[in-house]
């Protein structure tokens, strides 16, 4: 995931920066962030953007949301969009139900915009106009979350069969924001998985994405189920801390 988020970045400065040099400009990128330069995952994907731009001659710039939901991002991009420095293109994020509000903002102030990272939600897929309404949508890149929630799961699950082949295997799940498509794409594939592999799904629980909330959430889960088998986690950084919950229950 983390290759992926940064490929990316990368392929989207490189794309602008010949822009650049076409039109012998040396110009601003703006990426609105979800979250901060100490998040496991952001801060990686703020710092190799940051190095690809200085060598591509590029003036970027992050900014960061407060507490990184979708009710403080809205502000946050109108704030990148008005900023006395006009960027010449927004790198930003989706939220579940803000997707048009975003892209309205772009087309409000002007400016191209390129969303990485996550979907946009089933419901808002369904208009099937909406890069006609904003000309300015230049483009759109994301993983499959299905597919990464689903090979986990599976993968997990049947070793966990292999150690108890005449039980159902019980699954608890710790999974990101409840806002974000990331997160119930992943969850998706959660199920598909248990589903196919005759699983048990206990429990799914929502965190803010940090690894401190995976563990204090994998030590309740422990406390309540004594029958547990696989811990599926939606991102690398918070099931080691589900690991380090496990190794000291």
Excluded at 8 to 13: G, P, R, T, V, W
Excluded at 234 to 248: G, H, T, Y
Aim: proline residues 3%; aromatic residues 12%; hydrophobic residues 40%.
């Amino acid at each position: 995931m983390k290759k992926f988020i940064k490929l990316n970045i990368l392929l989207l400065i490189l794309l602008l920066s010949s822009l650049a040099y076409s039109s012998q400009k040396q110009f601003n990128i703006t990426f609105v962030s979800p979250g901060y330069d100490d998040h496991d995952f952001w801060g990686i994907a703020h710092n190799f953007a940051r190095a690809a731009a200085k060598d591509l001659g590029i003036n970027f710039k992050v900014i960061y949301p407060k507490e990184g939901n979708r009710f403080t991002y809205l502000p946050a991009l109108e704030s990148a969009l008005t900023d006395a420095i006009k960027p010449d293109y927004i790198i930003a994020h989706f939220y579940k139900t803000i997707v048009v509000d975003i892209l309205e903002l772009s087309k409000k102030y002007n400016t191209p915009i390129f969303m990485v990272n996550s979907a946009i939600s089933k419901e808002e897929k369904n208009d099937k106009y909406l890069r006609d309404k904003y000309p300015n949508f230049l483009g759109h890149m994301f993983p499959n979350e299905v597919q990464a929630g689903y090979l986990l799961a599976q993968y997990l699950i049947q070793k966990q069969k292999m150690n108890h082949p005449n039980k159902t295997i019980n699954v608890v799940g710790i999974t990101g924001h409840r806002e974000t498509s990331v997160t119930h794409e992943r969850n998706e594939g959660l199920r598909k998985a248990a589903h196919e592999e005759n699983a048990v799904v206990k429990q799914i629980a929502f965190t803010d994405w940090s690894a401190d909330m995976a563990f204090r959430l994998s030590q309740r889960l422990i406390f309540r189920n004594d029958d547990l088998h696989v811990f599926w986690a939606a991102s690398d950084s918070m099931s080691i801390n589900i690991k380090k919950a496990i190794l000291e229950s």
